[in-house]
């Protein structure tokens, strides 16, 4: 179902900043299901609160001034743990590993046609879930897929390598190294992997770090690069912050960053803008569920 709305969204041109616009076609789309014809209008309410929420929360700029807690590359203990878990729980049920592995898709179908292993890079790995997810659905694919997973924080590195050695099989433990280093100068060479990935990352930096990185990330990948990060959008950012309430047992930095990120991520008019700054070649930016976008060159 989502992937019906999605897709008539991309073909209702790209106007899914707007949140009324949004909420009109997602009220046609009812109506047209229900067979309804006339006035009657069966999102009224909800057109009414979200464009109160838009009102009230502008999200016409981004917060780049607004400083996550995962931002401070000290966090650690129990608060960083807890965050680091609910990532992977948002990464499995809100589309952050449905994103990645169909932006890749294309790139594992074509290694296991040639044969051949894959290489790829996740810069700001947090926990390293999508590289576990990301390995061992290559592997039934048969396709050997090598992941180098980096991140900032020493501790977030240190929960990566006792997560991993816990959760995967040794043969495919093997296939992921946990490294602690700095995205934005990458201690690789060029063309070190076919592919380099950031999740839930570059909303972390402003324009000039934003495409500091993607430069970084095409750089060492021979064949292209996957990002996938929030849409600013009132309705995710209302709806993380009524999920972080409502989910029991979630983690105090993830009820304050989450709400936040969505704050801080980039539009599809800005993504383009930022691929262009760093000269990315063949850029498609494609929205996914839910509330992300996916800027891909692969
Ligand atoms: C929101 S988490 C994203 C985790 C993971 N990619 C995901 O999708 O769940 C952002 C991560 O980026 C890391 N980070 C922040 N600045 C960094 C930098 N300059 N280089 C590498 N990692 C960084 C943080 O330590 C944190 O673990």
Redesign the pocket.
């Given at each position: 179902m989502h992937n019906l709305l999605q897709y008539h969204l991309i073909f209702t041109k790209e106007r899914t900043d707007d949140p009324r616009a949004l909420v009109r076609w997602a009220s046609d789309l009812l109506r047209r299901a229900a067979g309804l014809k006339g006035h009657v209008d069966l999102l009224f309410f909800p057109s009414a609160l979200v464009t109160w929420a838009d009102h009230i929360i502008s999200l016409d700029e981004r917060a780049p001034r607004h400083q996550?807690q995962?931002?401070d590359?000290g966090?650690g203990g129990a608060a960083l743990d807890g965050a680091?878990a609910d990532?992977?729980w948002?990464?499995r049920w809100l589309g952050?590993w449905a994103s990645v592995r169909q932006a890749l898709r294309p790139l594992v179908k074509a290694s296991r046609a040639a044969r051949a292993a894959l290489r790829l890079v996740?810069?700001?790995?947090?926990?390293?879930?999508?590289p576990a997810r990301l390995v061992r659905w290559a592997d039934g694919q048969g396709v050997p897929l090598k992941v180098v997973a980096?991140?900032?924080?020493p501790h977030?590195v240190a929960f990566a390598r006792a997560w991993l050695d816990r959760r995967l099989p040794p043969y495919l433990r093997a296939r992921i190294e946990v490294r602690e280093?700095?995205?934005?100068d990458l201690a690789f060479e060029e063309g070190a992997f076919d592919v380099a990935l950031?999740?839930?990352?570059l909303h972390?930096f402003d324009a000039a770090g934003a495409a500091r990185l993607l430069g970084e990330m095409d750089r060492v990948a021979t064949r292209g690069l996957v990002v996938?990060d929030l849409h600013r959008h009132p309705a995710a950012y209302l709806g993380v912050k009524a999920l972080a309430k409502a989910r029991p047992g979630t983690s105090a930095m993830f009820a304050h960053?989450a709400p936040l990120?969505v704050r801080r991520g980039y539009r599809r008019a800005e993504l383009r803008a930022l691929a262009t700054r760093a000269d990315l070649n063949g850029a498609a930016v494609r929205w996914r569920w839910a509330f992300r976008w996916v800027l891909s060159t692969v």
């Open positions: 996550e995962m931002d590359l966090a680091l990532l992977r948002a990464n952050g996740d810069l700001g790995t947090g926990g390293a879930d999508l980096l991140d900032a924080n977030a280093g700095d995205a934005l950031a999740a839930l990352f972390h996938s960053d990120s």
